[in-house]
Structures are given as C-alpha cells and as structure tokens.
C-alpha cells in the first residue's frame, strides 16, 4: 500500500523479477471522491468553525463545574434532592424502556409468526411485513409527538406507547428472521405424530427461537433506555426533562449530577442485561465435574 | 393390542416429563415484579386511547393533512442535516477506528491500555445521542457545530464497539506472520488487522452514517441545526402540517439513504 522506503533490490540475473505494485487508480478516487465531500458539506454545512476553538477551554470551565457539584457531600442540602430527583427521575426512564420492550415483545411475538415465510401464507406475510417496513421507518419521536403526546398527554405514559410502537418494527422483523432460520426437523417430526398447526408453533418452533428473541428483547430494552431519555426531552417523562431542564438553567453542577446518574445506571443495566442474554444464549455454565454424572 | 401385551414391554412406557426448572420460575416471577413495578410507576392506562380520543384526533388530522406549500422551505435545512451527517461520520469513523484499535486485546497488549480503552468507551456510549446534543449546544451555541460534534461523540461509541468486537475475532494467521516478519504493532496493526477488518468497517461507517441521519433530527431539536431545529420550530408554533410535512419527507429520505447505504453494504460484506 504505502511506497517502498527502501530501493528495491536489483534483481540477480535469472531470478524472477518483482511483481509489478497492484494498480491504485480506484484507491485514489475514492479518497479524492472523499476529499471532494468533505469539502463541499463544510462549505454547506454553515457551521461557526471559530466556536470550535474556544470550546476546549469552555469544556475544561464547564467539566470543572460539573466535577465540582459531584463532590459536593451528596447528603446535605440542595445536593441530597439533586441526587435524588436525578435517581428518581432515572428509574422511570428505566420504567418507560421497560413497558415499552414488554408492549413490543409481546405484540411483536405472534407478528413475528406472520411474517415468517416458512410458517404463514404468501399474502398474509407480504401484508404483515410491508406494516413492519412503515413502523420502522417512523421515528419513535415522530411516533411520539404525532400520535402518543396528543391523545395521552404529557408524560411517561405516551414515551412508553411510543418506544412500545417502535419495538415493535424491529422485533418483529427479527423474529420472523429467527423462525424462518429455524431447522425443519423438529417440525416434521411434531407433524409426524399428529400435532396441529399450533401444537407444532409451540412445541417445535417457540422452543428453537426463544432464547435468541430473548436476546432480541433484551438488546432492544438496552436500545429502548437510551429512547427513553430522548423522549423526556419533549416532555414524555423521565430523566429527559429533567436534563433539558438543567441545561436551560446552565446549572452545571446539577447537570454533572444527572449525566453521571445517567452513564452509572446505564452501564450497569446493560451489564446486568448483557450477563442475562449471554447466559440465555449459551445456557447454563456445567462444571466438567458435574457433567460426567 | 391388549393390556397384558403392554405391560410386558416395560421398556415403551412414557418417559417421565421433565421436573420444571425453578430458575424458570424465578425468571417468570421476576419479569412479572419488574413489569407491574414498571407499569404501576408510569401509571399505565389504556383508558385515554377510548377517552381522550377526541383530543388526539383534531391533532393528528392536521398531521394527515400534510402542508406541501412548505416542503420548499426545507431544502435549505435537509442540505445541513446531511453535511452533519457527512462530516460527523467521517469525523466519528475515523477516530473510533483508532479507538477500536486501542480497545481490543489482539491489537493492544498493554493490559492497562485495554482496560482504560474499555471503560472510556463505555462510559461514551452510555450518555445518549441528544445527552451529547444538549451538552455541545450549551458548549458552542446553538447551531450545525453543536448538531457535528454531538454526533462524531455518539458515533465513536457505537462504531469502536463493533469494530473491536470484530478486531477481537479476526483470523490469527496474518497477525503472527507481521510478527515473524518484525513489526512493531503500529505496522501490525495497519497492515494485518486493518485490512481484514476494512469490508466491515466500511459497512458500520455506512450503517452509522444512517443512524446519523435520524439523529440529527432529535440533536436538530435541542438546537443542534438542520431538520431538527425546522421541526421544533413549527412544533412550538403548532404548525402540525407543517410537521407533517417535515416527517413525510424526511421518512423518504432516510429511506432513500437506507437503500443506497444497503446495497452498498451488501457489495462490501
């Protein structure tokens, strides 16, 4: 790829000479079609470059503050009802994710069924599949503000209908994707001995797919908790309100408060949900003592 | 068949049905505490769907009424939206490239660089996309600046965690031929992981590319520019057809780039 730092060798009489370098024309113009773009969209984009050069100084003041409100002794007051609010408001993010993954899990399951080809009719899976493609491109947000906010109101509940809307969209395809990979075997043989359609839904298909849409689900609260906090933001609840609240104010020292109880509870959830998805994946651990048993 | 012929092959009798599991049962009961925790704290309630329907409805027919009159007005705004997108990606891309480099085991040796590598990053992807929005409009001000650096933060977590998963499982052969050859484990890196994992580089820088597009309309709404700040503008005044029309549009360029950027990816893969 780059060029030689050394001279090449010249070649002995009767070895056989150096490959000639693999022609770089297509590399080039790419990296000129690249360069080109970026220099038109930094010519479209408008942007204040000066600001640019004053924002590390402001990040440092600003960090600074923001580092100054955590060391505050967390128990005394204002900074007890800080940390408390930040939690309170945080667990109810959590909430919405939640009711929103188990809205999508549960409607997303038997649509998964009626858009797996291997399972459902032509017509009823190119219907079902078309529903999914519209739900997905809808941005929750949209999903939100258009639908959930005006009929339920301000607040946690509409966040919740709204990201419970949109998981849908993605589970279902997942699932349907999960079924139609499944082996034919079991199935043939629950058919074999007598099994209906819905005996061999359950007994032969749920069983091969469950722990992989369990993952799916798990993933996609992960997904849903960070959601959930873009939709507070509009007033669908959860910590979202309350960090568009504190940045409108500069109040930084609360802002330090809440952005460290966001990143804390969300690394932790998605470890606790990353251990549980990997132990449903894989199954459970078996010491090599107890196995041979 | 008669019964004395059964009971003589004791060896065909139904098997016995496994015990249930009581980690089964646990997992139920736990999910179903969560849920109606989960449920009782947002109070949930279907009864408005029925209720106050009515309220919803005179709204959501000024979003079935799309004001098409304004769609011209927001091709100014949809350009910015996509040069964020563009430079944020390449931006983004680039240095989480680095960071994936730092933050796989196969690449960094040093135990404490890997570590530190690691918890950097995951402390970056947990502040969600409008987190960042928020903090770089209070930094640099409102407009497209705040909207660029908002997302090269929100891209670099996303693009250095599936790009080290990959340096992570990628094929030891080459790896230990630059060794026996004598690099150091920056040429290591450049000339033995970096082109193996290229094709899927390529393709998560066009995927974040996408997830680009849809987040600079929530980045745009905290006062990061483009598409956003035109939608929470129209929002404040009420404007739902406009709205609508915003949305209309920009569902049909995100799937637009959607399909380009898939069938690009496919190509690379």
Not at chain 1, 165 to 186: D, Y
Not at chain 2, 149 to 162: S, V
Request: proline share 6%.
């Amino acid at each position: 790829m780059s060029a030689p730092t050394r001279p090449a060798p010249r070649p002995r009489r009767g070895a056989a000479p150096r490959p000639s370098a693999p022609s770089r024309l297509r590399y080039t113009l790419t990296q000129l079609g690249v360069l080109v773009l970026i220099i038109v969209c930094i010519v479209l984009v408008e942007a204040k470059w000066d600001r640019l050069l004053e924002a590390p100084a402001l990040s440092l003041n600003y960090g600074g503050l923001m580092i100054e409100g955590l060391l505050q002794n967390p128990f005394s007051e204002p900074y007890s009802r800080y940390w408390t609010d930040a939690i309170g408001l945080m667990l109810e993010s959590l909430q919405i994710a939640w009711i929103g993954t188990v809205i999508g899990a549960i409607f997303s399951f038997p649509i998964g069924f009626l858009a797996a080809s291997n399972i459902a009719p032509r017509g009823v899976v190119i219907v079902t599949r078309q529903i999914l493609n519209i739900i997905r491109a809808v941005p929750e947000l949209v999903l939100a503000i258009a639908i959930m906010l005006p009929i339920f109101g301000l607040g946690p509940l509409a966040g919740a209908l709204a990201i419970g809307v949109g998981s849908i969209g993605t589970l279902g395809k997942l699932t349907s994707e999960a079924i139609e990979a499944v082996p034919t075997g079991p199935g043939e043989a629950t058919r074999s001995s007598g099994a209906q359609t819905l005996q061999t839904l359950r007994w032969a298909i749920t069983p091969q797919i469950l722990p992989e849409v369990i993952a799916f689900w798990l993933y996609r609260f992960e997904i849903n908790i960070r959601a959930s906090a873009i939709l507070g933001i509009l007033g669908a609840g959860g910590v979202g309100s309350l960090l568009a609240q504190v940045f409108e104010r500069r109040d930084w020292e609360r802002i330090g408060i809440t952005l460290t109880v966001i990143v804390v509870v969300t690394v932790i959830v998605d470890q606790i949900s990353g251990a549980v998805r990997h132990r449903v994946i894989s199954g459970v651990p078996v010491p090599i003592g107890k196995a041979i048993v | 068949m008669t019964a004395p012929a059964t009971a003589q092959r004791a060896s065909t009798t139904r098997p016995r049905r496994p015990r249930p599991r009581v980690g089964t049962f646990v997992a139920i009961l736990a999910v179903l505490v969560i849920t109606v925790w989960a449920g009782d704290g947002i109070d949930f309630d279907l009864a408005p769907l029925w209720t106050d329907f009515g309220r919803g409805w005179f709204i959501i027919q000024e979003f079935l009424a799309p004001n098409w009159d304004y769609v011209g007005r927001t091709i100014g705004p949809f350009i910015e939206t996509l040069s964020i997108a563009v430079i944020a990606t390449l931006v983004g891309c680039t240095i989480g490239l680095a960071m994936s480099l730092l933050a796989s085991r196969v690449t960094t040796a040093n135990p404490i660089l890997y570590r530190a590598s690691k918890i950097f990053l995951s402390v970056v992807r947990s502040l969600p996309d409008v987190g960042y929005g928020l903090l770089f409009f209070a930094i640099v001000g409102a407009g497209s600046l705040a909207g660029i650096l908002a997302l090269i933060f929100f891209n670099i977590g996303i693009i250095a965690k599936l790009t080290s998963e990959t340096i992570d499982a990628v094929d030891r052969g080459p790896l230990e031929a630059a060794d026996a050859t004598g690099a150091s484990s920056l040429q290591r890196a450049r000339f033995a992981v970096v082109p193996m994992i290229l094709p899927n580089y390529l393709s998560y820088c066009l995927y974040v590319f996408e997830l680009n597009i849809r987040a600079s309309v929530v980045i745009g709404i905290v006062g990061g520019g483009g598409i956003g700040s035109s939608i929470s503008v129209e929002f404040a005044r009420f404007n739902y057809s406009n709205v609508s029309a915003i949305v209309v549009l920009l569902i049909v360029v995100v799937f637009l780039i959607d399909l380009l950027s898939q069938s690009v990816r496919r190509r690379l893969t």
